[in-house]
């Protein structure tokens, strides 16, 4: 990523508080140090039964619980990324009600940007369809670059014993 801070540019991750958002900070970060821009570290969040359910049931201190969940889970992210430390960049946070892809397509607008993703976990053909990838929408929509950081390690030996694969043993020289 070249200097975009004279032009408006900024880093917008994605954060969710699982291992592969919490390696896209990291890279996030790792960027912003190289490039001298700020971090906008992005929880995407809707009330409970999801925008439609509150349409039908609207119930303010629904809302505001679920905000405030979501500030709670946004500092803990942040807490478990950094270990209470400074991040060594600029970094603004926020909790931004609405659908995860397009509210993190929308908060990277600027030119210069870049938004940063976990790549999430490979999922089946049924559960694409259902629940669609928010990295896959991001990279077709967004009006930046798009980067999509890999699963950790640890977060694919995690999904394996999940599906009762058990721990592999790791490779010669690691």
Do not use: K
């Not at 790792?30 to 439609?52: H, I, M, Q, Y």
């Not at 077709?140 to 999509?148: E, I, M, Q, S, T």
Request: aromatic fraction near 2%; charged fraction near 25%; glycine fraction near 12%.
């Amino acid at each position: 990523m070249t200097d975009s801070g004279a032009d408006g540019g900024r880093i917008v991750v994605g954060i969710s508080g699982s291992l592969g958002s919490l390696a896209a900070l990291h890279r996030a970060v790792a960027e912003a140090r190289r490039s001298d821009v700020e971090v906008l570290a992005v929880l995407c969040w809707t009330p409970p039964g999801d925008e439609l359910g509150y349409r039908r049931t609207p119930c303010p201190p629904v809302i505001e619980a679920g905000r405030d969940a979501a500030v709670a889970r946004l500092r803990q992210a942040l807490d478990e990324a950094f270990a209470g430390r400074h991040a060594g960049v600029r970094l603004r946070c926020q909790a931004v009600r609405g659908d995860t892809g397009h509210t993190l397509v929308r908060c990277a607008d600027r030119p210069g940007d870049l938004l940063v993703l976990g790549a999430g976990r490979e999922r089946g053909r049924l559960a694409r369809l259902v629940h669609p990838s928010v990295t896959a929408y991001c990279v077709r929509h967004a009006a930046c670059p798009v980067l999509a950081v890999p699963r950790p390690p640890l977060q694919r030996e995690l999904e394996a014993l999940e599906r009762g694969g058990g721990l592999r043993e790791p490779a010669a020289g690691n």
